[in-house]
């Protein structure tokens, strides 16, 4: 071999594998003969996958045998190897364990105009893997770690998460339905025999019948079309019913609102 233990041994770290069939540990061993070029992929089989297959590994002479045997385990984070000595055999070389697929993630802040309102922002997430798995399974992975970390809360001040979520979304709902109907961008003449109607909140379009909106006083068809197209990006659509609490307080929030 060209290389010596320790290239090998760097060579061998910087590859990333992935064990196959949902097992927590694998041991593989390998035979090579020269002259060959020994590549990561050359290390994948029916229990390890190779996320990086074109990787040199080592470069055998024409007379030169490579036999080795490596052991795969699954974990968290980063292990140095000194932690690992006890765990391997003795005649073992053990390294130093990296866990974590994610090579960087980053998140900013952006102001957003929604429907010319620009006091709404939205958050941007920079995720980078190293192809163990992808941005959008580690973004998930770190959510469900962070919900199952935050129920300890929960119950420390014995609450309903599951009520307090339901309540969140109620909320977020309610606010959307008090949106003002000047806030949609519809046309003049749409927005003109809503006002005429005395209709101010997209709530109260939501709380009426298609039947209901057609008979509004002065309104086309292409205005009804263009009001229950605005009501489906919305969310709304004609199979979407009100919750009877959201229901309640909607009708209730709007009274206030008009008085």
Excluded: C, W
């Amino acid at each position: 071999m060209k290389e010596d233990i320790a290239v090998f041994i760097i060579n061998l770290k910087n590859i990333r594998f992935k064990i196959k069939d949902e097992l927590d540990r694998a041991v593989a061993t390998y035979s090579f003969s020269g002259p060959k070029e020994i590549k990561s992929g050359d290390l994948a089989n029916d229990q390890i996958e190779v996320i990086d297959s074109d990787l040199l590994l080592a470069t055998l002479n024409d007379d030169a045998e490579l036999k080795f045997t490596i052991e795969f385990a699954k974990g968290i984070g980063y292990v140095p190897s000194e932690e690992l000595h006890n765990s391997v055999d003795s005649e073992a070389i053990a390294l130093d364990a990296f866990f974590t697929p994610v090579r960087k993630a980053n998140y900013r802040i952006e102001n957003v105009l929604y429907e010319d309102n620009p006091s709404y922002e939205k958050i941007v997430f920079d995720i980078e893997t190293d192809g163990q798995i992808t941005p959008t399974e580690a973004f998930g992975n770190a959510l469900e770690v962070m919900n199952k970390q935050m129920s300890v809360f929960g119950k420390v001040f014995d609450l309903d998460l599951e009520a307090t979520k339901t309540k969140g979304k109620s909320e977020s709902v309610l606010k959307t339905l008090l949106i003002p109907i000047d806030m949609l961008g519809f046309s003049a003449r749409s927005s003109n025999s809503l006002d005429r109607a005395g209709i101010k909140y997209i709530g109260e379009l939501v709380l009426m019948s298609e039947s209901e909106i057609k008979s509004i006083k002065n309104l086309g068809k292409k205005s009804l079309d263009e009001i229950l197209s605005t009501l489906e990006a919305q969310g709304f659509g004609k199979d979407y019913s009100l919750d009877g609490k959201v229901r309640a307080d909607l009708i209730e929030k709007i009274e206030q609102l008009k008085k």
